[in-house]
């Protein structure tokens, strides 16, 4: 093993969701730029990016997202609270995402034409919840590599379903066509009412090879 798997080893198993944070801890705007620019390399269908992020800092608002999560403490006492988003018409980018391939010249104009009316038909040929499905699908796979370059970074977080989307919806300004996923707690863990990890299933429990 290596020192990089090393390292990789000791993020995941260290990675907790943190119940409780030190008030009053700042996270720069230039170290959350950090942590996005390493997100960004998550995987999406078709490259279609469909997350979307809104970092909550501002104290006065922080509250109200307080108050839309059920009043938990942890986004009181948080760094900042993460609403993630997953676009659910993505798929209507696919001209855009590829455009930087055309103007190099790694995709002609016809396989550009026909991969931008693939990936369109697609998505259609499948309706809207399988729309909705994939935005939380890319959603949640951004979410966990953020979550897991924050704790290298030296933060911890916290993912939560604890809140009312609609009431979040509004208090963000968050468009029609992207659906809340999930909100993450970001800052430094107060570990003075430490518990021990949750019970893991042994592997045995939870793969299977070849068939169910």
Not at 27 to 37: R, S, T
Not at 137 to 152: F, G, P
Not at 167 to 194: C, H, Q, W
Request: glycine fraction near 6%; hydrophobic fraction near 40%.
């Amino acid at each position: 093993m290596n020192s990089n798997e090393h390292d990789l080893t000791a993020i995941v198993k260290s990675r907790r969701s943190a119940n409780k944070f030190i008030p009053g801890v700042e996270i720069q705007d230039k170290e959350l730029e950090e942590i996005f620019n390493l997100t960004k390399f998550a995987p999406s269908a078709f490259n279609l990016q469909h997350t979307h992020y809104v970092v909550v800092k501002d104290s006065a608002l922080k509250e109200q997202v307080y108050e839309a999560a059920a009043k938990q403490y942890k986004v009181r006492t948080a760094s900042a609270v993460i609403l993630v988003l997953g676009k659910r018409d993505a798929h209507k980018d696919a001209g855009t995402m590829n455009e930087g391939l055309l103007n190099l010249g790694v995709l002609s104009k016809q396989e550009y034409d026909r991969l931008v009316s693939d990936t369109i038909g697609f998505y259609e040929n499948r309706g809207e919840a399988f729309m909705r499905e994939e935005a939380i699908r890319s959603a949640s796979l951004s979410a966990m590599q953020m979550m897991l370059i924050a704790k290298d970074r030296g933060w911890d977080t916290c993912p939560m379903i604890g809140f009312d989307p609609e009431a979040m919806r509004l208090l963000l300004n968050v468009p029609d066509n992207y659906d809340p996923v999930m909100l993450i707690a970001i800052g430094k863990e107060d570990t003075s009412s430490f518990r021990p990890r949750g019970y893991r299933k042994p592997v045995g429990e939870f793969v299977s090879y070849n068939r169910f």
